[in-house]
């Protein structure tokens, strides 16, 4: 069992080009899944962690209905946004600037064979980090991802999740507001639920910037000890 994962910060890049970076790191976890099974060999599989911030998209997940997107085609250029199908579950959901966006792929035969316990771990790493910040969050049942003031008329979401795992071998994740435009979150029905709020962790602290490296830090801090797991650079 690898429990080393490998960490990539691709700084500002695309979403597609990152969606099919994922796809070849994903495929190369796989392959050696299948070759092991295929010529019962124990190749050690890859575990990798990717950091980045993506320009404004939108995305919609495999369940998700596209009449939760409020834009046409037009209308995107407008706003500088684009939009892409994708195969991971979930509905619509945005990424842009000011935004941690982490895609861990694993292995999850290295960790635990757990996809429910796996999600619910992405979200404890999101609610411990907002807790060195002072912020109660928590999960909304039924509803993926980290929650403030849940189950009160202010209920608002801080972070979107969503995964697409096969032979155990993960990908996509999770999209944490920091410094984010809220603003382009008007233009959907975030995760198709209707009459909840989406807020960024600058606007809970009162503050212009929060330092989004010290976020990413702390990050790793919970998901490291979480997870059992070792991050090499």
Known sequence: MNKKIELQDLGFKDYKQTWDYQEQLFKGIVDTKIKNRRENLQLPTDNYFLF?????????????DLSNLLLDENQL????????????????????????VGYPILDLENFFTDIHKYLRFLEEMIILTLAEYGLKAERSEGETGVWLDVGTPFARK??????????????????????????????????????????????????????????????????????????KK
């Open 77 to 100: 250029k407008q706003k500088g946004a684009t939009f892409y199908k994708i195969n991971r579950g979930g509905d619509i959901t945005y990424h842009g600037p000011g935004q941690i």
């Open 158 to 231: 801080i972070c979107a999740m969503g995964v697409r795992a096969s032979r155990w071998v993960t990908m996509h994740g999770f999209a944490l507001n920091v410094n984010a435009n809220l603003g382009y979150f008007d233009n959907i029905i975030p995760c198709g639920i209707r009459g909840k709020a989406v807020t960024s962790l600058n606007v809970e602290l009162g503050v212009k910037e929060v330092n989004v490296e010290e976020v990413k830090e702390k990050l790793l801090k919970h998901f490291s000890h979480l997870f059992e797991a070792e991050f």
């Open 52 to 64: 980045v911030e993506h320009p404004h998209v939108y995305t919609l997940g495999k369940s998700g």
